[in-house]
Structures are given as structure tokens and as C-alpha cells.
């Protein structure tokens, strides 16, 4: 489905979602390059309409769904704090830390907390069109 001519990614589940956005981003970089270049090639000084990526998720997407019987996700308890973990509540626990693992911050950071740069999780893909890589943030150089 389309918005404004523009395509949009939309989802509730979180793994497929994670694919199909770091498709929806590829495509948008291509576009850019494309624009780019084209303005390049031919000293266009048109105004482009450059790609918009839009995220429409459930509030509370990647937390626990579900505490104490009352759903969190989609609703307003997920913009409070979902997990209430103190003595009266030790299974929230053991909740809290499912939930922090499931961020995989280890594949991220070494134990001092540094950021790791080989994680497999930080590569930017490969370009598709056989150009350079995208760059690094900020780097507006040709």
C-alpha cells in the first residue's frame, strides 16, 4: 500500500518487521542515490521528493505484552513503566529480564560497555546498485 505515492511498511510482528524495514530502508537509500545522481549527471536543480519512511507500530511493541493479566502493548499502560519489580512483585523479575535480553545487548557492547564495531548487527548492507557504501553520518562529501 502506498501513501502519497510513497510506500509503507507496516506490521505487528517483530521479527518479519525487522526484515521488511531493512528492506524499506535499502529501497529508500537506492532512491536518494538515484536522485543524486540524476541531479548530478544533469545540474537538475529541481526540488526531488525524496523518500519518507513512515513506522506505524504498536505502542509497547518490543516490551511484555502482557503483566499481571492486563495487556500492555497497544495500549496506555505501555507509556508507564510496564514492570513495577520490588518486594512485593518478585515475578516481575524474572519478566524484566526476558525483556532486557531480548535486546541482545551483548552482541552490541563488550563487557566494559564499549560499542563492539564488528557486530554483525551494526554491517550496513551491501549496496545494491554496485556503488560505494553508504556513508558515514554527517559525511556530505561527493
Known amino acids: 500500500m502506498a501513501v502519497d505515492g510513497r510506500p509503507t511498511c507496516r506490521g505487528h510482528d517483530a521479527d518479519p518487521m525487522h526484515q521488511r524495514m ?15 545522481s540524476h541531479a548530478r549527471a544533469n545540474t537538475n536543480a529541481a526540488r526531488p521528493r525524496w ?22 502493548e497497544g495500549t496506555f499502560r505501555a507509556h508507564q513503566v510496564p514492570l513495577l519489580v520490588d518486594d512485593a512483585h518478585p515475578e516481575h523479575v524474572a519478566q524484566l529480564e526476558a525483556w532486557m535480553k ?4 551483548w552482541e552490541l557492547f563488550d563487557a566494559s560497555g564499549k ?3 564488528s557486530s554483525p548487527r551494526l554491517r550496513r548492507p551491501a549496496p545494491t546498485d554496485g556503488g560505494e557504501p553508504a556513508r558515514k553520518r554527517g559525511d556530505f562529501s561527493p
Open 102 to 105: 531480548s535486546y541482545k545487548a
Open 51 to 72: 523518500p519518507m519512511i513512515v513506522l506505524r507500530s504498536p505502542k509497547g511493541w518490543t516490551g511484555p505484552k502482557v503483566v499481571d493479566g492486563l495487556r500492555i
Open 22 to 36: 531493512a528492506a524499506t530502508r535499502r529501497s529508500a537509500i537506492e532512491d536518494i542515490r538515484c536522485i543524486q
Open 115 to 117: 560499542l563492539i564495531p
